[in-house]
């Protein structure tokens, strides 16, 4: 428990741990801690027949079989290092193994002080999610393992259960997630629901964007409720990470009424007890558009004519 309440202090504090780490070039490349779940010696893997690129095969760790990723491949990196560590990662109700070429540290770095990429090769960018520097001057691309997972395994196509919602059930929805396959996926769920949607990519432009709402709704004379029916965040952001902005938003008056979902690859118990702590009213794991479906059409605040 003590653990659990040392990463829920660290996640609130707009902080978070990388665990840095080669792939065998020059570059380095970090990943949240909270998505690895250990770190271990290469060992031999079984080849399987028909898999995915940058699937090397599957290995048997304490009874569970994990696939086994080449993270270079899955980035569309070619590079003949020698794979020494894996990588044994959970998130979005998945675990699986990364190679990579060397592990080095972790650090702790400030949210504010994760940047969304400028400029980087267009074979990798689609990979990166966010760049960091460290003290001492190095850059750290922050991997998207959720579009890597996605990019090697396959998306799951929104299921046709999900219905277009009653016209007088309809409200707008404001999304906040860095990640371009999160965005993609919740865009697919929000229009099978026939919502309209606005989205950020960071957390520090979504406080803004929702302020915005609502000073706009103040100016017009209206509760912010009849243009504003939920708000949906990422947990890991640039900027401002899920819990300040939660925090944020749950500290303006204005925003009474309007319930906040949390939408996370990170499902631990330590984020769920954050997330309780900073008043967010539900909890939503990636990636199930029905359960995602569901949660956002139970906490929906329907518009008002």
């Known amino acids: 428990m003590d653990m659990i309440d040392e990463k829920a202090r660290l996640a609130g504090s707009n ?5 840095l780490f080669s792939l065998g070039g020059t ?3 970090g990943i949240n801690v909270f998505k690895v779940r250990e770190v271990c010696e290469i ?3 079984t080849k399987t027949p028909n898999v995915p ?3 090397e095969g599957i290995i048997s760790l304490r009874g569970a079989i994990l696939p086994v990723i080449d993270l270079a ?3 569309n990196m070619q590079l003949d290092a020698p794979r020494t560590k894996l990588l044994i990662t959970e998130f979005s109700s998945h675990t699986q193994a990364f190679q990579v070429a060397d592990v080095d ?3 702790r770095i400030d949210w504010d002080h994760v940047k969304s990429p400028q400029s980087m090769p267009a074979n990798t960018m689609s990979f990166m999610t966010a760049l960091t520097e460290l003290p001492d001057g190095k850059l750290v691309s922050i991997l998207d393992v959720e579009q890597i997972l996605s990019s090697v395994i396959g998306e799951d196509k929104v299921p046709t259960g999900i219905e277009d919602m009653a016209p007088e059930h309809k409200a707008n929805v404001f999304f906040a997630d860095d990640s371009v396959i999160a965005r993609k996926k919740i865009v697919e769920v929000l229009d099978k629901l026939g919502l309209p949607h606005q989205h950020a990519i960071n957390g520090a432009e979504a406080l803004e964007k929702l302020k915005a709402i609502a000073s706009r709704a103040e100016a017009d004379g209206v509760a912010l409720e009849s243009v504003l029916g939920l708000i949906l965040v990422d947990a890991e952001m640039p900027e401002m990470d899920g819990y300040v902005l939660t925090r944020h ?3 303006d008056p204005r925003f009474a009424r309007i319930h906040v979902v949390m939408h996370s690859s990170l499902s631990s118990v330590a984020n769920k007890k954050l997330g309780q702590q900073v008043g967010v009213d539900a909890y939503v794991a990636k990636f199930d558009p029905v359960e995602l479906a569901t949660m956002i059409t139970s906490h929906l605040v329907p518009t008002k004519a």
């Not at 902080?15 to 665990?19: F, N, P, Q, R, S």
């Open 27 to 29: 570059e380095i490349y």
């Open 15 to 19: 902080k978070m741990e990388l665990l």
């Open 249 to 251: 938003i749950k500290s």
């Open 53 to 55: 690129r940058g699937v």
């Open 105 to 107: 540290r972790i650090v």
């Open 73 to 75: 491949t899955a980035i």
């Open 43 to 45: 060992m031999p893997l």
